[in-house]
């Protein structure tokens, strides 16, 4: 089955200490997006990838980074965390990225613990 | 400044009664709507969706009402079934590519 698949499911590290997070997908779609979810709040969009052309939010902090080396993965570098980036990761595809064509795919989800 | 909002954050409703999920939105740029539904430990999935050109859509239980002039969306899901409990995120999006912008989510408990 085509599909969005985050690793690791969870991962904790230290205060400070650089994380990666991993996202692929099988469904060859061009668009491949980052979300960050803290406890009952909305998913907030970090940025996107249309194909090679990287999009950051403005409001997204300077400490995360992303990575597209191909079509089908993306990384979501977080260069020293701090506690306030304990949040559950979403990474999303989508086919073209119009408006009107906005359905986008979701993985499962990386948790991100901070100690 | 948050411009998609789900102001119930639960919602419980009886097997075989409606539910109905309301969505406020402030930006009147946006044309295109979308419901997500997500079970624990599970990304969100796409659920069903609306352009601003529509009042209505339906998939089977699912409807998805559009209020333009309200800047209002609701979902009514008829007959509401156990396993339709999960957390529904209404979605917005503009004319940008492909953003999505979310409320905060709605959790529905559907009791047999």
């Known amino acids: 089955d085509a599909m969005v698949i985050q690793n690791p499911r969870y991962q904790v590290t230290q205060f400070g200490k650089p994380v990666t997070l991993s996202c692929s997908q099988t469904l060859n779609h061009n668009v491949m997006y980052w979300y960050q979810q803290k406890s009952s709040q909305a998913p907030k969009l970090l940025f996107h990838?249309?194909?090679?052309?990287?999009?950051n939010e403005a409001d997204t902090p300077d400490n995360f980074q992303s990575r597209r080396p191909n079509t089908s993965f993306c990384f979501l570098d977080i260069r020293s965390p701090g506690l306030g980036d304990a949040a559950m990761y979403l990474c999303?595809?989508?086919?073209?990225?119009?408006?009107?064509?906005?359905?986008?795919?979701f993985g499962p989800g990386t948790r991100l613990t901070v100690l | 400044d948050q411009q998609v909002k789900q102001n119930s954050p639960s919602l419980s409703v009886q097997e075989g009664r409606i539910s109905i999920l309301n969505c406020d939105y402030t930006?009147?740029?946006?044309?295109?709507f979308l419901w997500y539904k997500k079970y624990p430990a599970e990304g969100p999935t796409f659920l069903i969706s609306i352009s601003s050109i529509k009042d209505k859509n339906e998939d089977g239980r699912f409807t998805v009402f559009l209020n333009k002039s309200a800047k209002h969306l609701s979902l009514h899901i008829v007959p509401s079934q156990p396993g339709d409990s999960a957390v529904y995120f209404c979605?917005?999006?503009?004319?940008?590519?492909?953003?999505?912008?979310f409320g905060q989510g709605t959790i529905l408990t559907v009791h047999p």
């Open positions: 979605a917005a999006a503009g004319t940008s590519y492909g953003k999505l912008t």
């Open positions: 990838y249309y194909d090679k052309d990287f999009n």
């Open positions: 999303a595809t989508s086919r073209k990225g119009l408006a009107g064509d906005n359905e986008q795919f």
């Open positions: 930006n009147s740029m946006f044309d295109y």
